[in-house]
């Protein structure tokens, strides 16, 4: 009993893990998502500046080119966190199942011995009941 005890605790510490870094990752993926969307806001505020100033309207185009590369980089990291996400998603589905399993059997377990200890307590009041009745009969 102490053994699958010890297989729950340990799967429960699993899961718990998984779900940091699953949490780590949706952050992760937030923060790129937000950094994607500034960049982009970065190149609309610089279209406006460069039709107020003229200097700034030269270097427009090489701004825009290395922005644009930035929200590419970040949109491919994207997709690699989001495949990490699903990838995590997947191992604690995996994981959870086995602690439902292991918890499954714990119960069924627990359920025959106490099925066990009420059938040898039935046992011993038919008994004590019997004794009682032959004891009663003979006097």
């Given at each position: 009993?102490?053994?699958?005890q010890t297989?729950?605790?340990?799967?429960q510490?699993?899961l718990d893990?998984?779900?940091?870094?699953?949490?780590?990752?949706?952050?992760?993926?937030?923060?790129?998502?937000?950094k994607?969307?500034?960049?982009?806001?970065?190149?609309?505020?610089e279209r406006?500046?460069?039709?107020?100033?003229?200097q700034?309207?030269y270097?427009?185009a090489?701004?825009?080119?290395?922005?644009e590369?930035?929200i590419e980089?970040i949109g491919e990291?994207?997709?690699?966190?989001?495949?990490?996400?699903?990838?995590?998603r997947?191992?604690i589905?995996?994981?959870?199942?086995?602690l439902k399993?292991y918890e499954?059997?714990?119960?069924m377990?627990?359920?025959?011995i106490?099925f066990e200890e009420n059938?040898r307590?039935?046992k011993?009041?038919?008994?004590m009941?019997?004794r009682?009745f032959?004891?009663k009969?003979?006097?």
């Open positions: 009993m102490k053994s699958i297989l729950i605790k340990l799967q510490r699993q893990e998984k779900r940091r870094v699953l949490k780590q990752l949706l952050d992760q993926e937030e923060m790129l998502k937000a994607k969307e500034a960049l982009k806001q970065s190149i609309i505020d406006k500046r460069a039709l107020e100033d003229v700034t309207a270097t427009l090489a701004f825009i080119k290395m922005t590369h930035q980089a990291e994207i997709i690699q966190t989001q495949q990490k996400i699903e990838t995590i997947q191992e589905a995996e994981i959870f199942n086995v399993r499954i059997y714990d119960k377990k627990e359920d025959e106490i059938k307590e039935q011993d009041m038919d008994e009941g019997l009682g032959i004891y009969d003979q006097t």
